[in-house]
């Protein structure tokens, strides 16, 4: 814990005012002729400009569609990759592995990929203060030509190491990215357009698990000989994006929250917003670092210590754990296992798969395009729902199939339904939630204490599976149901929706919460409600209660 407090900062936010822009500079904030004056706490909406939509292509494109490719990259060449492994100990140490220590031997390469981003989850604090989000994100992209290299040349060296160490790096670069794609997303979108913003990466994420499906067919590249060149292909949307990420700017609230840049934030703001009268954004993030000028950046021990977030805190805990023990990662590692148990034809299996990762896209697709209109509790909450009831389904399925042999089929269609469930909003809302309720000082030690979660229960998961689903047989996946239903009744109790709400709004609606705590009984039950577990403002008026 003492390191991941160290990697959260602390630094202290920039309290002194900021220079004021000479009329004339490029960074005046003065309307332009025939505008009027903006007005501070106004209108702070933007619509999509070619800027904004580009940055969020090429982020998504360069740095989080290769976490959805790496999950998904080892599922049909696992059959090559043993028989390398074996091989190549035959030619070490003359024989070959056992079945027990070459699934372990092949376990670790599938899930050192999560110990390498819990890594790098680890991280993020620390890079995101030093070099910033758009800094972050360039530098991150070098790790992926490093595994590249490690895994494209382990077959011509012989050397199994190179392909785990290759994967821990993927790891490492997922971690990192993770987190600041969201929270870069997050801070330079407007807040009618976070939602639909935010989702995009995960779109991009359902688009690597389906790129993979797709080059893994026998046709492609899941032949034999192909697997190192398969495992190395992330090197080309990384190129892309070290090359052109360096146009667009830094986000524009960390360069006036933390390096009390104005004139900078306001030059980022109007490249990215496509207008020179950016006067209430700024006001907007003035007040909110007026609000933080006697706070430093928090750390992550004082995050889990700090009582007014710890609603926060708490939601951010479940929901990102409950996006991995959800199951989600059993199935993306383990799909092709999965449909052998259920007797489908090998031949057919790759096929299939890629049907899978063809839902996952159109789902993505639906949840990105309309969470800006039915919100972020809907989304996620259906989709926790579809996916648990979906994994009792599983079980029920491969328990009768001996009796009903079309049940295999059922058994398809529940994996298909565990996948678009998450598609529709757990893969992208956590994410998205953490950059949401928290305010900047507290926003980096969140996405530590989430990803870290995310990464430890990738690592389960993938690590245990095989050795549960040994153990359990078609048990196994009521754990995964019983985890989703679990946190889907968390979220529609706790947690408020968000859409159309500024850091600042979502941060008193947790306030009135805790205000609640300290009203007489008799009272609370004369308050009104707002239908989201958080009392309306108004209600406290009467009450003498008031927002900290």
């Known amino acids: 814990m003492g390191d991941m407090s160290q990697a959260a900062g602390p630094g202290p936010l920039s309290s002194s005012p900021p220079p004021a822009p000479s009329p004339g500079s490029d960074c005046s904030l003065a309307p332009t002729v025939g505008k009027g004056t903006p007005q501070p706490g106004g209108d702070i909406t933007g619509h999509l400009t070619f800027p904004l939509l ?57 899930s050192i990929f999560a110990l390498g981003g819990l890594v790098g989850s680890l991280l993020v604090g620390l890079l995101v203060e030093r070099y910033g989000r758009n800094g972050t994100l360039s530098r991150s992209a070098l790790l992926i030509l490093l595994a590249g290299g490690f895994m494209g040349f382990s077959r011509e060296l012989g050397s199994p190491e190179m392909v785990i160490i290759g994967r821990s790096i993927t790891g490492l670069h997922s971690g990192i990215c993770l987190s600041v794609v969201p929270l870069y997303l997050g801070e330079i979108a407007p807040k009618n357009l976070r939602g639909f913003l935010g989702l995009v990466p995960s779109v991009f994420i359902c688009l690597g698990v389906f790129f993979a499906q797709v080059l ?9 000989r192909f697997w190192p060149l398969f495992l190395s292909v992330v090197v080309v949307p990384a190129s892309l994006q070290l090359l052109l990420l360096h146009c667009f700017p830094e986000s524009p609230r960390y360069l006036l929250i933390e390096r009390n840049e104005v004139c900078g934030a306001t030059k980022a703001l109007r490249q990215f917003l ?10 907007e993030m003035k007040e909110e670092q007026r609000s933080l000028s006697s706070m430093e950046m928090v750390s992550v021990w004082q995050l889990l210590r ?24 059993a199935i993306w590692f383990y799909t092709t296992i999965i449909f052998e148990n259920t007797g489908i ?9 890629v049907g899978t990762g063809a839902i996952e896209v159109v789902m993505g697709l639906i949840g990105c395009f309309t969470i800006e209109k039915l919100g972020r509790r809907p989304l996620i909450i259906t989709g926790f729902c579809t996916m648990g009831i979906c994994s009792a389904g599983i079980t029920v399925s491969l328990l009768l199939q001996t009796a009903l042999p079309w049940m295999r089929y059922v058994v398809v269609a ?37 990803e870290s979660l995310n990464w430890l229960c990738n690592f389960t998961v993938g690590f245990i599976f095989p050795f549960l689903q040994m153990s359990a047989g078609a048990f196994c996946y009521l754990v995964f149901c019983g985890i989703c239903l679990l946190v889907a009744l968390y979220i529609y109790l706790v947690i408020p929706e968000t859409k159309n709400k500024t850091f600042m709004e979502i941060s008193h609606i947790f306030a009135t919460r805790r205000s609640l705590l300290s009203i007489p009984a008799h009272l609370i039950g004369m308050m009104k409600l707002d239908g989201y577990g958080a009392l309306e403002s108004s209600s406290l008026e009467g009450s003498g209660s008031s927002l900290p």
Not at 274 to 283: A, K, L, M, S, Y
Request: glycine share 10%; with cysteine.
């Open 274 to 283: 496509g207008t020179p009268d950016v006067q209430d954004v700024i006001e």
């Open 54 to 110: 580009s940055v969020t292509l090429l982020v998504s494109f360069g740095s989080s569609m290769l976490y959805g490719y790496n999950l998904a990259v080892v599922n049909s060449p696992a059959a090559h990759i043993k028989a390398f492994y074996n091989t190549t100990w035959a030619r070490r140490y003359g024989h070959g592995l056992a079945p027990g220590p070459l699934t372990l031997f092949y376990s670790l390469t599938v």
């Open 414 to 450: 529940c994996v298909v339904g565990i996948i678009a469930g998450f598609c529709m909003g757990p893969a992208g809302i956590p994410f998205l939630m953490t950059a949401e309720l928290f305010t900047q000082s507290h926003r980096p030690a969140a996405y530590i204490v989430g």
């Open 306 to 329: 700090d009582r007014s977030v710890r609603w926060q805190t708490l939601s951010v805990v479940v929901v990102n754990a409950g996006m991995q023990l959800s199951g989600i990662d």
């Open 216 to 224: 893994g067919l026998p046709e492609l590249l899941g032949e034999g």
């Open 345 to 353: 034809p090998v031949s057919q299996i790759p096929y299939t798969t």
